[in-house]
């Protein structure tokens, strides 16, 4: 069935260093992948998304990779932050019809000052 | 601006009881998903209705059920509660292009 892999769960750096979270989906069809980050105890918020005619975009220190081939998309978070300390989920859907989003089981990444 | 809103934000119900869940989407946003979140996990989902119509069933039993309101508002009905219901309900809207998926805070639904 469909299936998203994330990994680290967990990930802990050092301020100012970078960090990287790699999915794996198992549907071909898929097509589009956001990232949400989500804060203890609140929403999942979209950061940052990627259609599969595209291989990479950048938004400031944020930035996703996709290689289609492979079937792997990583995320990118460069010059950390303590603000930046959250929960990031991939997920991977089919546009068209309905898109149901299959999410990754998160990682944990935390800043350190 | 709203964004998607839901109620209540917690809830408390015993085993074999039914729970109803609401949400409001952004305005303007037809298309509502519904997501349920286990601690330490990823959302899972369960239902997506467009213009009132189920365009998508996760893999819950039928003891989930949901509707679409013409206001484009939804509810999430859950009947003969388990323990294992226990999990972060989290609503999602998007627009006609269907894409993004904005989130609502949740409902936090625990079962005794």
């Known amino acids: 069935g469909e299936n998203v892999e994330q990994h680290p769960s967990t990930l802990s750096v050092q301020e100012g260093d970078s960090a990287v979270i790699k999915c794996t989906y198992s549907?071909?069809?898929?097509?589009?992948f956001p990232w949400y980050k989500q804060e203890l105890g609140k929403r999942p918020q979209l950061i940052i998304d990627i259609r599969s005619n595209v291989g990479e975009k950048k938004d400031q220190r944020i930035a996703v990779t996709l290689n289609k081939t492979a079937k792997h998309f990583s995320l990118h978070i460069t010059e950390t932050q303590p603000e930046d300390s959250a929960v990031y989920f991939c997920a991977a859907s089919l546009l068209g019809g309905y898109n149901k989003l299959i999410f990754g089981a998160g990682t944990r990444l935390a800043v350190h000052p | 601006d709203a964004g998607v809103t839901q109620s209540p934000t917690h809830l408390i119900k015993t085993r074999g009881q039914h729970v109803t869940l609401r949400c409001s989407p952004i305005s303007g946003h037809k298309s509502v998903s519904w997501y349920q979140q286990v601690l330490g996990q990823g959302p899972q989902f369960i239902f997506q209705?467009?213009?009132?119509?189920?365009?998508g069933r996760g893999n819950f039993p039928d003891r989930f059920s949901a509707r679409q309101f013409p206001n484009y508002s939804s509810e999430l009905n859950v009947n003969a509660l388990l323990l294992g219901d226990s999990a972060l309900y989290l609503c999602?809207?998007?627009?006609?292009?269907?894409?993004?998926?904005?989130f609502g805070p949740g409902t936090r639904l625990l079962v005794l």
């Open positions: 999602a809207s998007s627009g006609t292009g269907g894409e993004t998926q904005y």
């Open positions: 549907d071909s069809a898929s097509n589009y």
């Open positions: 209705y467009y213009e009132k119509e189920e365009r």
